[in-house]
């Protein structure tokens, strides 16, 4: 009986020895990979920025007009008037390395803040539209957030939020409009987004 759990016992000693070894061989073969790919985007030299997508904001569609004594909504207003004339592009989804390899490590540095500025708009376009509709101005905010989402926003708030507004304006067809988008993102918030719109549109059949 003992030499059983002896024997037992080395077995599964080795099992995860030799699991623990291959592990390690796959970390280092990664890292490897890593900086490999590191290594060969900080070499790759500075390339033209003119087919990025840049989003041109439609200033048109934004309710400049309204709340105008609300310092918060204020606040959005401003930080969308400093963007106006700022170059925005969605990089989401993209690792710097990538953005180097792609378009040049030199501009590595205008990439990010271009990205930043997107990052500012999404952020900025939810919390406007979610004040708008807590206020009554449902169309404003869907207004605010169908552009948003035009742009391959993966805040999972604006989403939630547009189906909310399509439902209780008895559009809730136009939700199937949403999962091309919903779809496509690279972004870990994909699957939850996909969700929320399944939600949504399982509740209004």
Known sequence: ??????????????AISMASSKSKKNTAAI?????????????????????????KLP???FPMELLQDNPRIEDYRQIILSLKDQPIVNFTGLTNTELKLQYGAPNITLLTT???????????????????YDDGFSKEACQLLEFAISTGTDVSATYRLLCRIYQENGTPEKISALYPVAESLISANQKPI????????QSSD
């Open 1 to 14: 009986m003992n030499f059983l759990i002896i024997a037992s016992t080395l077995i599964l000693a080795t």
């Open 31 to 55: 890292e490897q990979e890593f900086w490999q790919r590191e290594r060969a985007a900080n070499s790759t030299r500075r390339k033209p920025l003119d087919d990025l997508n840049y989003i």
């Open 59 to 61: 200033m048109e569609i």
């Open 114 to 132: 271009y990205d930043q500025n997107y990052t500012l708009l999404v952020r900025t376009l939810q919390q406007w539209a979610q004040a708008l």
């Open 194 to 201: 996909v969700r929320i719109l399944a939600e949504y549109g």
